[in-house]
């Protein structure tokens, strides 16, 4: 069965518009000519200069400047949400999990017609009264390596070869079910939460030399990538919000509950996408260190030249021109979490996993708190990082666990109990 949907409401649409017309409009002096600013910058203070006193000028002035500034010299200009995307259901199980869950597959399909689509597993808990929320997360493998399941689609894309079960970058039968423990699905199923997750190379295979995901088909024809295009990044987080088109139309689905959740890489994105599209009620980026959670400006892990050598396509051209001036930056990722704001966030971190750096991740929690305290809102409850396996429940959250760099069960956890504080605990949990 297949349905077509708006991509968005009407004002959805206006406040990318809006985003759009302040960035065309700005005229943004280079990186070079950018003032060296070593702390965080305050928030709160326009480009200009000029002070937020108020949740007008937030709403009206600072936020879109924000999100302005962060594509044109971090993450790249998106194309705006599609007119409509096509949502069709090819595969249905409804005694998941036993009788537990329904499980779906979902081809979402947006753009030129031989675009690459969206091949989305969603999975809903059968006991409840009203409809679920859900998390909402790229992975790594591909869907079939999310569940014991030999029915689930086997994705077509290049994937990373180090991956369970693949071979000359192709995913094979060998994989399914490898990354079982790392999405704990079954686990959320129990907690009363729907999941909803697609390989992220249904947008973009993550390689620096290639693109053969989405972002050819919205250029014209012969037209080269300028330096303030979007990045693998935000064409991520664009797919992400595609997603989201769908969620919100499924009777399933509580569509004010969908929170968005990824892991390293895939938490930048999840952080990105939440931040700049306000239908979305959470973001849990877990582990997301530089480029997303952790500050540009830290001296502590992965650095701004670090991960632009190393991952020259994440980002937009411009942002590699702060390699070696990351205090020019006229932002810092604190200003990313404030666009959340009111909406809570929570980061997950690790002990042994001092590359995404658990404690400046911690500042920028901390650098973000006056946006919410502005809006009314508590920030950041706590003074101090707590301790490992302490969870912070703030409406800017924080949780540490001993370990490595790595998404587990226990990570899983401490997301369902702060979902159930912030969304309301589901209507299946027992």
């Not at 396509?313 to 021109?321: A, D, L, Q, S, V």
Request: with cysteine.
């Amino acid at each position: 069965m297949g349905h077509a949907l708006l991509a968005a409401a009407t004002g959805w649409l206006l406040l990318l518009t809006v985003s759009v017309v302040v960035a065309a409009e700005a005229d943004y002096p280079e990186p070079a000519q950018l003032p060296s600013k070593p702390e965080l910058p305050d928030p709160l203070v326009m480009f200009n200069g000029d002070r937020v006193t108020t949740k007008e000028q937030w709403a009206e002035k600072r936020r879109p400047e924000l999100k302005a500034l962060f594509q044109y010299y971090m993450y790249g200009f998106s194309p705006a949400a599609p007119e409509k995307v096509t949502a069709n259901i090819d595969r249905e199980d409804r005694h998941f999990f036993g009788v537990k869950a329904t499980k779906k597959e979902v081809t979402i399909a947006f753009g030129p017609p031989d675009c690459p689509k969206i091949h989305l597993l969603l999975i809903v808990p059968n006991e409840r009264k009203s409809p679920a929320p859900v998390f909402l997360g790229m992975n790594f493998c591909g869907n079939h390596a999310l569940v014991k399941d030999p029915t689930v689609g086997l994705p077509t894309a290049w994937i990373y070869s180090h991956n369970p079960g693949v071979k000359n970058n192709r995913a094979t039968e060998e994989g399914r079910g490898s990354q079982v423990d790392v999405w704990a699905i079954e686990q959320s199923i129990d907690r009363g939460y729907a999941v909803a997750t697609f390989y992220s190379g249904d947008i973009d295979p993550d390689r620096p030399d290639v693109r053969e995901g989405i972002q050819p088909y919205f250029h014209k024809k012969g037209e080269k990538p300028g330096p303030h295009d979007w990045g693998t990044i935000a064409a991520w987080a664009w797919g992400l919000q595609r997603a989201v088109d769908y969620l919100r139309t499924a009777e399933e689905i509580d569509k004010d509950r969908i929170a968005i959740v990824g892991h390293s890489r895939l938490g930048k994105t999840a952080l990105l996408a939440a931040a700049f599209d306000e239908r979305v009620a959470l973001a849990i980026p877990l582990q997301a260190g530089c480029g997303g959670t952790a500050p540009s400006r830290g001296k502590v892990g992965e650095s701004v030249k670090k991960i632009n050598e190393g991952f020259p396509h994440w980002f937009n051209g411009t942002f590699k021109e702060f390699n070696d001036q990351p205090d020019r930056l006229p932002f810092d990722q604190h200003c990313l979490v404030a666009l959340m704001a009111p909406r809570p966030v929570l980061f997950s971190n690790a002990t042994e996993d001092t590359w995404a750096n658990p404690k400046g991740q911690f500042e920028v929690l901390q650098a973000a708190d006056p946006v919410y305290r502005l809006l009314g809102m508590e920030g950041l409850e706590a003074k101090h990082m707590p301790e490992p396996g302490k969870l912070v429940d703030s409406r800017l959250g924080y949780f540490i666990r001993n370990g490595k760099h790595s998404m587990t069960r226990e990570d899983w956890k401490a997301f369902l109990d702060y979902a159930d504080k912030h969304l309301g605990k589901a209507s299946a949990q027992k």
